[in-house]
C-alpha cells in the first residue's frame, strides 16, 4: 500500500539546477526519515541527504551546500534541490524511507550534459 514516487529528473546543463520530488501514497503510520540516494549503473546506491521527520537534514560531503532536502508533510512530499550539478552527477536519483527505511521509489534519471 505504502509506495514512494520520485519526479523531476530530466537532461540539465552542467551548473544547471533540477528539483526533485517524492512523493509518498499509503498510509505509513508513525513519520520517519525521507533520503535521497542516486546510483550510476554498474555502482552501488549513494547516500545523498537526509531530512527527519521534524525537518533535521543532513547530506553526503560531495553535495553539502549546493544540495537541499525539504519536505512538505501536508502534501506527503519530500524535495531536493541541486544546484551546480556537475557531469558525475548523472544517475539514477531514489527516494527512500518508512520504517526500516525500507521503501524505495522506482526512481527517477537525471542527465548532466552538455
Known amino acids: 500500500q505504502v509506495q514512494f514516487a520520485e519526479s523531476g529528473g530530466g537532461l540539465v546543463q552542467p551548473g544547471g539546477s533540477l528539483k526533485l520530488s517524492c512523493t509518498t501514497s499509503?498510509?505509513?503510520?508513525?513519520?520517519?526519515?525521507t533520503r535521497w540516494y542516486r546510483q550510476v549503473p554498474g555502482m552501488s546506491r549513494e547516500f545523498v541527504a537526509v531530512?527527519?521527520?521534524?525537518?533535521?537534514?543532513n547530506y553526503a560531503d560531495s553535495v553539502a551546500g549546493r544540495f537541499t532536502i525539504s519536505r512538505d508533510n501536508t502534501k506527503n512530499t519530500v524535495f531536493l534541490r541541486m544546484n551546480s550539478l556537475k557531469h558525475e552527477e548523472t544517475a539514477d536519483y531514489y527516494c527512500?524511507?518508512?520504517?526500516?527505511?525500507?521503501?524505495w521509489g522506482p526512481g527517477t534519471q537525471v542527465t548532466v550534459s552538455s
Open positions: 527512500n524511507g518508512g520504517t526500516f527505511a525500507k521503501y
Open positions: 499509503g498510509t505509513i503510520g508513525t513519520p520517519y526519515a
Open positions: 531530512i527527519t521527520s521534524v525537518g533535521i537534514t
